[in-house]
């Protein structure tokens, strides 16, 4: 029963292809895509997030699905048994270990946000009338520095997220997101048609795909190299869980490719949504993290229909979230469940819980709350640590050697196995893991460690 010697899977492409893309599909893509475009200058950083994510997105997305599906056991185990059957160190189970570990970091505070999403849901259906900018700013800042509502919101994110990992690969998560992503296209599409009948659409496009290379510097290109990252769930062992429960008829490459385009197609939807209306009523499009929870609540405030409107927004964001937070939630599970044999529900809930418990320390840390004064290196909040140590640290360095161990380590033939292409196609994406997204992510890599640590350090 507790799925030790049958390993699950998905039901059919179309289960599997609605995991992932749920996986992708998150607060990366309608809340953090948005306000890092907006930051980084528009459509230089939109071009640039894009080649990202095809030249080392996808061909990571591959090889990661690829080691997943190749060793059919939680990331710890996958790594360890595909090592150990070309003759490797055992050692390169690490790297499920830090996917596994970073997943349950991200989704500590991941959570919280979906948290503060439910809440703005709940908001939203009472209308924000009247709320003008200071107001809005004010009604934000007092939720995130209360110390018990967030929590509250954050503990029945986490539970819905439990209650579906709990329920098992066919019965839980594909049960979920075979309802939610329809349903999740189809708003965002409403809500695209309405912004683009009422709003700015014009300024949004011009906003959104006019390059600026001045505003894009080098910090900027970090940003949208570990966004590309962050959107597509990688180096966190979401893919290779994944991965692992995909029939083996299922290519890969193509899986990969649509994958990549939905979760690039609706970070540009959650863009064409968000800036018309921002540009209609004269908001500031650079509002940066508060982009969602404190500039567009005005807009939904004056706008007709402005209930309905603001509701679904953050109903999608909702359901964007939570198809995410399964994916985090289920690496860790999958892992305990192997290892112990205990009961699917109950690992779930112990995970979850601790989960929740990690996340409450970043509502506690938000300006104004009980932690709030607490500070580490230079002003980060606890949130921002945990931030700063998966994206910045755990995904490129997990997702680097990832890739050397792929395109070094394990045989070429057990790749080609596993991906079933054309020799040409096969090549084009060997050289890619093997050179460029190495090289490439050890660039961005070395850039963060130098921009935070160096060159503090060297001014003294
Ligand atoms: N990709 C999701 C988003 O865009 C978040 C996410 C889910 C994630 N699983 C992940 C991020 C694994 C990194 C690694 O919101």
């Known amino acids: 029963m507790a799925g030790s010697a049958q390993h699950a899977q998905w039901s059919s492409r179309w289960a599997f292809i609605m995991a992932a893309v749920g996986s992708a599909v998150g607060l990366g893509n309608i809340w953090k895509f948005p306000y890092e475009a907006g930051e980084g200058g528009g459509g230089a950083f939109v071009i640039l997030y894009l080649l990202f994510v095809l030249v080392i997105g996808v061909p990571c997305l591959v090889a990661e699905l690829s080691l997943g599906r190749r ?45 503060w999403v439910l809440a703005y849901m709940v908001k939203a259906a009472s209308g924000f009338a009247g709320l003008d900018a200071a107001a809005s700013t004010e009604t934000f800042l007092t939720f995130i520095a209360d110390p018990v509502k967030p929590i509250i919101a954050h503990f029945c994110f986490m539970a819905i997220t439990v209650g579906i990992v709990a329920r098992g690969v066919q019965g839980g998560l594909e049960k979920a997101v075979t309802v939610l992503m329809p349903a999740l296209f189809v708003i965002l599409l409403l809500l695209v048609v309405y912004s683009g009948v009422t709003g700015e659409f014009t300024q949004a496009l011009a906003f959104l795909f006019e390059p600026n290379f001045h505003a894009l510097t080098g910090d900027k290109i970090l940003n949208a190299l570990g966004l590309s990252f962050f959107s597509l769930s990688l180096a966190m062992g979401s893919i290779m869980t994944y991965g692992s429960y995909l029939p083996k008829d299922v290519n890969i490459p193509k ?54 409107v603001g509701t679904l927004f953050f109903a999608l964001l909702a359901v964007a979230a939570i198809t995410s937070s399964i994916s985090l939630l289920e690496p860790g599970v999958s892992y305990i469940e192997e290892r112990t044999g205990m009961d699917r529900k109950k690992v779930t809930a112990i995970i979850g819980l601790l989960a929740f418990l990690l996340g409450t320390l970043s509502s506690f840390g938000q300006p104004g709350n009980l932690l709030g004064d607490v500070h580490f290196f230079g002003g980060m909040s606890i949130m921002d640590v945990k931030d700063y140590l998966t994206n910045n640290i755990i995904m490129p360095v997990g997702a680097m050697f990832m890739m050397i161990f792929v395109g070094w380590f394990v045989s070429r033939k057990a790749m080609m196995d596993e991906l079933a292409i054309e020799d040409r196609s096969f090549r084009i994406w060997y050289f890619l893991v093997r050179f460029i997204c190495p090289v490439a992510i050890f660039a961005v890599f070395a850039n963060i460690i130098y921009d935070t640590i160096i060159a503090p350090m060297m001014a003294g």
């Open 255 to 308: 899986s990969a490719i649509t994958i990549a385009a939905a979760d690039s197609a609706v970070a540009l939807m959650a863009g064409l949504a968000i800036f018309p209306i921002v540009f209609a009523y004269g908001l500031n499009p650079g509002g940066g993290g508060g982009l969602v929870f404190m500039t567009l609540p005005i807009a939904f405030g004056q706008m007709p229909l402005g209930i309905v």
């Open 71 to 115: 060793g059919q056991k939680s990331p710890v185990m996958t790594m360890k048994s595909i090592a150990e059957e070309e003759g490797r160190s055992k050692l390169w189970g690490l790297l499920g270990w830090s996917g596994i570990i970073g997943a349950f970091i991200i989704i500590s505070f991941y959570s919280l946000v979906g948290g």
